[in-house]
């Protein structure tokens, strides 16, 4: 759109442009020709509404849980019964092994990839656990007839302590 169309355009038009970017929409009509042509040319986005990016979060929540190979996880935030303690459980548990978790970490980019794998080269998961960080972890077993398994506990903020753990 260059400034040709945007001055044909009428007051409302150019209001419902600037509204739905979250711009100021007052002003006399050659100010808000001016904005509009501002955010056009800075390509400033349609902010979101609340339910949008409710959506999103929850379709991005979702998206988690579907694995490569067509298997979709059971949210365990949900999962109520089966959970055994980490003391009777670890027997359960997958073998993994250090050069697993460096891969995961290396290949498997995400937006925390980075820090996730400098952390895990510094052993702060090792030193966040013995200084009771992290509580135990319980485990499920999802089916008996699945090859996946979900480990849960929670992680008490290791800056702020006083705040609320997280579940992880």
């Not at 209001?15 to 739905?20: A, E, G, P, V």
């Not at 849980?65 to 089966?82: A, Q």
């Not at 003391?87 to 820090?115: M, Q, R, T, V």
Request: hydrophobic share 35%; charged share 30%; proline share 5%.
């Amino acid at each position: 759109m260059d400034l040709e169309m945007i001055s044909t355009m009428k007051v409302e038009e150019l209001k419902d442009f600037l509204r739905l970017r979250g711009l100021k929409v007052t002003g006399k009509k050659n100010e808000l020709i001016a904005r509009v042509f501002v955010a056009l040319e800075n390509d400033v986005p349609i902010v979101k509404t609340a339910e949008e990016v409710e959506m999103e979060m929850a379709t991005s929540y979702q998206d988690k849980l579907k694995l490569e190979d067509g298997v979709i996880l059971p949210d365990p935030f949900k999962l109520e019964n089966g959970w055994l303690k980490e003391e009777g459980s670890i027997k359960f548990w997958p073998l993994a092994l250090y050069p697993d978790i460096f891969n995961f970490l290396a290949f498997h980019p995400s937006e925390l990839a980075s820090k996730d794998l400098s952390d895990y080269k510094s052993s702060k998961a090792y030193s966040y656990h013995s200084q009771g960080c992290v509580s135990t972890l319980d485990f499920h077993n999802i089916s008996g007839n699945s090859k996946y398994c979900v480990l849960k506990g929670t992680c008490r903020p290791s800056q702020r302590i006083s705040d609320i753990p997280h579940k992880l």
